[in-house]
């Protein structure tokens, strides 16, 4: 096992790598950029470098700096955390090439599932169904409007390299085709590096399903059975629920046994999730995150199984000794990401934090680095908290949720909990008629 981890990565995911390497008397190192120097997982880190002013590019996106805080700090492995790095095969290989260890998959998985169109290439090699679509795509071939209407219309347009809800636009008529392509081919690049697009069939208010996976170095691969993140809003998941509702079990068993048995086929390893719409009880492949998720919660909530940990053992060259019979589903998790930002026109609402109370009780998971007089910086995502609840039942969890809502409260800065009292509230939610159109469509919000 590692004795000592740096944490590339900030906030809330610093702090949960962090309370699990010390969980397993591993020592940890913090890297912060100058506008985080406060940040609780700073401050309970057994070393803590700064590597570069606020801006991400010059800081937690600084490869360089963070090879370099390794080297000064002796680290002798490199958890990713979410977002940043944690998806950039660059990293993973320069990680690896001197000397470290990368707590993730290898650095040519990430590559092939990090791009959508190599990425279907592999699940359907591993027989899963993908929507309708084409491969790669130019806004200047004249081609790809003969591939658009064999597929046909509506249409999504996607960055290949995408992820976040970046690089997507929808078309309805074929005389908006080209131009939206230029335009997603433009934001693609600017924001992934990389101008490579592909269509694909739009399916009007699908299900956003999830199946969770972990895979070793000896051919074991695990799920940790399936999220519902449908709840979205333009295409950020804000509430997130595990096991999903109202679908055959034939049909999640037959998924579950595909997903492990394309990790086996790639010799994939470490945490990894792959994505599905699911629509008419058909589940469509849309795409492979090859890290750790930020709603690994309720998946660690209902089979109670510290999915971090697995991790870390599994890059340190632990063989995966659980056996896919032991892990069973107990009850229902619900998880309610808690943004700084204005519940109505999501403006974001950076700011000093002057008052927080979060809540407590049995059945309640809070994952959070923010405290009384945190400042919660402009130059990062506004996630500030994920409040996490189980019961026996989704009605019990969602009781439970409704009331640590009730219970937490923020001061000094704008958050959406309003927004997740009335999602929670609403009669379609509660009957679980769900899609990842449900904002828009029901509670007519954009």
């Excluded at 998959?105 to 679509?133: F, H, T, W, Y």
């Excluded at 699911?278 to 090859?290: S, V």
Aim: hydrophobic share 35%; with cysteine; net charge negative.
């Amino acid at each position: 096992m590692f004795s000592k981890i740096l944490i590339a990565n900030r906030g809330e995911i610093a702090l949960r790598v962090l309370k699990a390497c010390k969980e397993m008397g591993i020592g940890t190192v913090a890297i912060y950029s100058e506008a985080d120097k406060d940040l609780k997982h700073v401050k309970m880190a057994d070393e803590a470098i700064c590597i570069g002013p606020p801006e991400s590019s010059k800081s937690y996106l600084n490869i360089p700096a963070i090879i370099s805080a390794c080297e000064l700090t002796n680290a002798e492995a490199i958890h990713p955390g979410v977002g940043f790095l944690a998806e950039n095969d660059h990293f993973a290989e320069q990680v690896v090439a001197s000397g470290y260890t990368f707590i993730g998959p290898d650095p040519e998985s990430i590559r092939i599932m990090g791009n959508k169109i190599s990425a279907k290439e592999m699940a359907v090699d591993a027989g899963l169904q993908c929507v309708p679509g084409s491969g790669r795509v130019s806004a200047t071939n004249r081609e790809t409007l003969s591939k658009a209407k064999k597929i046909g219309y509506p249409i999504m347009i996607k960055a290949a390299a995408g992820g976040g809800g970046r690089g997507i636009s929808i078309v309805y008529e074929e005389s908006d085709l080209i131009p939206k392509m230029k335009l997603t081919q433009q934001e693609a690049l600017n924001s992934f590096g990389s101008d490579e697009i592909y269509l694909e069939k739009f399916l009007d208010s699908p299900r956003h399903i999830e199946v969770q996976v972990l895979a070793d170095n000896f051919g074991n691969a695990l799920h940790f059975y399936e999220r519902d993140c449908s709840i979205q809003r333009k295409n950020q998941k804000i509430v997130e629920e595990a096991p999903a509702l109202n679908i055959p079990e034939e049909k999640k068993q037959e998924l579950f046994k595909l997903c492990t048995e394309c990790c086996k086929k790639m010799k994939y390893k470490g945490a990894g999730t792959f994505e599905f719409l699911y629509k008419d009880e058909e589940f469509y492949f849309i795409e492979m995150n090859t890290r750790l998720q930020v709603e690994h919660t309720v998946s660690e909530m209902i089979t109670e199984y510290d999915l971090v940990k697995l991790q870390i053992g599994i890059a340190a060259g632990e063989e995966l000794e659980i056996k896919q019979e032991e892990i069973s589903v107990r009850g229902h998790a619900i998880q309610c990401r808690i943004n700084a930002e204005h519940p109505k026109t999501f403006i974001p609402s950076p700011g000093k934090i002057t008052e927080w109370g979060k809540p407590g009780g049995i059945g309640v998971r809070v994952d959070s680095h923010v405290y009384d007089g945190c400042i919660i910086s402009p130059y990062y995502d506004a996630l500030i908290a994920k409040i996490c609840t189980q019961g026996k039942d989704r009605e019990e969890a969602l009781c439970r949720m409704s009331f640590a809502l009730e219970e937490f409260f923020v001061e000094g800065i704008d958050t959406n909990k309003e927004l997740q009292e009335i999602i929670l509230s609403e009669e379609n939610f509660r009957k679980a008629n769900i899609s990842i159109n449900y904002l828009e469509k029901v509670l007519d919000i954009n």
